[in-house]
C-alpha cells in the first residue's frame, strides 16, 4: 500500500504558540487529504477536507482560523494549529487518497500527539 | 448523513479463542465499509473493506467481515485471536461518491479487543 508519512509523531508546546504539522504522501500524488482529530479513548472526527491547490472545506464547529490547512502540493499538506491553548490537547492524524488506479482508499499516517501546557 | 454503531466499547477474550466485534451502520444511500486497527498512539492499519460483490471479505491477520445488507452490520471476526491482537478497532462508513474508498470517513467509537492470555 502507500506510504503517508506525518511528522511530528508528538509535539508539547506552550499555550498561546502556534504549531505545525506536516502529512506527505511518499509514493503518490495526493490529490485530497483528509484531518482528523481524536480525543483520548474516542473515535476519529474529520475536521476538514483539502484539495490540491484549493482552499480546505472545514467540518461544522471546527474553527477554520484556528485550524490553518495548507494543501500546496501534490505530497504535501499541512495543517497549523493557531494560538494552541490545553484544549486542544489532542490525537490528530491526517490521511491522503489520489487518483491513480491503484490508489483505491485514503491511507492514514502515524498521527500527531499535540499536548499544549 | 451516515452513523456507525459499535456496540461493545470492549471485549475481553482469552488467547487462541474466537472473536466477533460488531458493528452497525445507519445510510440513505449505499456505503462502502471499513474495518481498521490502531494500536496505542499509532495511525490507523486497514484491516479489510468492502466495496462490492461477495459479501464476506478476508482481511489481513485472518480477520474476515461479513457484510449484511438487511441487517446493515458489518461485523468483523477472528476465528482464534493472539495477544499481538490487542489494540483497538474501529468500523467506518464512507459514501461511494463514485470515487470507491477516496472520500471522507465516518467512524465508530471503537471497540478495544483486550487478548488475555
Known amino acids: 500500500g502507500a506510504v503517508v508519512s506525518q511528522h511530528p509523531s508528538w509535539v508539547i508546546c506552550k499555550s498561546g504558540t502556534s504549531v505545525k504539522i506536516e502529512c506527505r504522501s511518499l509514493?503518490?500524488?495526493?490529490?485530497?487529504m483528509f484531518w482528523y482529530r481524536q480525543f483520548p479513548k474516542q473515535s476519529l472526527m474529520l475536521m476538514a477536507t483539502?484539495?490540491?491547490?484549493?482552499?480546505?472545506?472545514?467540518e461544522q464547529g471546527v474553527e477554520k482560523d484556528k485550524f490553518l490547512i495548507n494543501h500546496a502540493s501534490l505530497t504535501l499538506s499541512t495543517l497549523t494549529v493557531t494560538s494552541a491553548h490545553p484544549e486542544d490537547s489532542s490525537f490528530y492524524i491526517c490521511?491522503?487518497?489520489?487518483?491513480?488506479?491503484?490508489?483505491?482508499?485514503?491511507?492514514f499516517g502515524q498521527g500527531t500527539r499535540l499536548t499544549v501546557v | 448523513a451516515q452513523s456507525v454503531t459499535q456496540l461493545d466499547s470492549q471485549v475481553p477474550v482469552f488467547e487462541e479463542a474466537p472473536v466477533e466485534l460488531r458493528c452497525n451502520y445507519s445510510?440513505?444511500?449505499?456505503?462502502?465499509l471499513f474495518w481498521y486497527v490502531q494500536y496505542p498512539n499509532q495511525g490507523l492499519q486497514l484491516l479489510l473493506k468492502y466495496l462490492s460483490g461477495s459479501t464476506l471479505v478476508k482481511g489481513i491477520n485472518g480477520f474476515e467481515a461479513e457484510f449484511n445488507k438487511s441487517q446493515t452490520s458489518f461485523h468483523l471476526r477472528k476465528p482464534s485471536v493472539h495477544i499481538s491482537d490487542t489494540a483497538e478497532y474501529f468500523c467506518a462508513v464512507s459514501d461511494p461518491g463514485g470515487a470507491e474508498g477516496r472520500r471522507a470517513l465516518t467512524f465508530g467509537s471503537g471497540t478495544r479487543l483486550q487478548v488475555q492470555p
Open positions: 509514493d503518490f500524488q495526493a490529490t485530497t
Open positions: 490521511s491522503a487518497t489520489g487518483q491513480q488506479g491503484w490508489v483505491t482508499e485514503a491511507f
Open positions: 445510510s440513505s444511500v449505499s456505503v462502502y
Open positions: 483539502s484539495n490540491e491547490g484549493s482552499k480546505a472545506t472545514y
